[in-house]
């Protein structure tokens, strides 16, 4: 499976932006997909994830009340709306799938996107 996100790029401090990732392939309904972040110098972040069966989410503490992470199963994509953002919300984003119930851990992933950059100006 490949997975391709993008949608990234500059936004003033308290604008949106909505990433969407794209999968090659159907996901089992199993499957859980997520999306992660890296600023430079910091460890990979667990931003958010989404169960594919249930569409059951969970949200990392930075981001909850602010992000939205939805599917669409007609075209196998994954989205993270992004609202209020920070500048402490400039990283890497990076989509991540994995079989079976939700991680924070990235480790735990089998499945990877190649990044897309989020630049929030104060």
């Known amino acids: 499976v490949q997975l391709q996100a993008f949608g990234g790029g500059l936004v003033q401090a308290g604008g949106s932006l909505k990433l969407s990732c794209a999968a090659s392939?159907?996901?089992?309904?199993?499957?859980?997909m997520a999306w992660f972040r890296q600023a430079p110098g910091k460890e990979r972040e667990f931003v958010a994830a989404i169960m594919w069966s249930s569409l059951a989410t969970v949200y990392g503490d930075s981001v909850k009340g602010r992000f939205t992470i939805s599917i669409n199963n007609a075209k196998n994509e994954v989205y993270l709306q992004m609202n209020s953002l920070k500048p402490e919300d400039t990283a890497v984003y990076y989509c991540?799938?994995?079989?079976?119930?939700?991680?924070?851990?990235?480790?735990?992933?089998?499945?990877w996107g190649q990044g897309s950059q989020v630049t929030v100006s104060s």
């Open positions: 991540a799938m994995k079989r079976n119930l939700y991680a924070y851990y990235d480790s735990l992933y089998d499945y």
């Open positions: 392939e159907r996901a089992f309904s199993s499957y859980t």
